[in-house]
């Protein structure tokens, strides 16, 4: 076959199928039924501008962890402690210390009476080595305190992110009481 008649079949060839796939010819389009929405002036009406819009919320994989909402509890008791105290000066504290001021109850006479407080010291101080590290024994008005943690002077709290994230949150969106 010479290159002359090659070259006629790849035109024909070519002319077919742009005949057959011509984009201007309307005979081979298939009508569409797509429509813009039947409410789609509501939607517009409802839609902040992008320069309006809030904070983008809090997405990410690791934001969405179940916590434990005792924990949640102690730690925004926790985070009312220290913000009572003094930052002209140091103060040792414990997590007995802020139980018994939250609830009213003396640890010592809970335990001589057969109760526990047991749990809650525990989510006391697990938040309490979130702020201040680990605990050391020392002795306060005479009483032996095994885990009492140091608050240097000029501590604030409120400078310090929460160690849950349900407070995080609070925290960076300045709902957090202050």
């Known amino acids: ?3 002359d008649e090659e070259a006629s079949e790849l035109t024909e060839l070519e002319r077919q199928l742009k005949k057959k796939f011509d984009k201007d010819s309307k005979a081979n389009k ?17 839609v902040l501008p992008d320069s309006e819009r809030a904070k983008m919320p809090f997405t990410k994989d ?10 949640v509890m102690w730690e925004r008791e926790v985070r009312k402690f220290l913000r009572n105290l003094s930052p002209r000066h140091g103060h040792r504290v414990s ?7 939250a609830t009213g109850i003396n640890v010592a006479e809970l335990y001589a009476g057969g109760g526990t407080a047991g749990p809650d ?3 006391i101080t697990q938040c ?7 605990p ?13 943690f140091r608050v240097k002077p ?21 709902t957090l009481n202050p």
């Open 1 to 3: 076959m010479p290159i």
């Open 30 to 46: 298939v009508p569409s039924t797509a429509r813009p929405p039947a409410g789609s002036a509501r939607v517009d009406q409802l």
């Open 62 to 71: 690791k934001y969405l962890v179940r916590e434990n909402p005792h924990l």
């Open 95 to 101: 997590a007995a210390m802020i139980y018994e001021w």
């Open 121 to 123: 010291l525990r989510k």
């Open 128 to 134: 309490l080595r979130f702020y201040f590290g680990k």
């Open 136 to 148: 050391y024994m020392t002795y306060i008005m005479g009483r032996k305190v095994p885990n009492a």
């Open 154 to 174: 000029g501590y604030y709290i409120k400078r310090h992110r929460p160690m849950t994230l349900t407070l995080y949150y609070e925290y960076t969106s300045g």
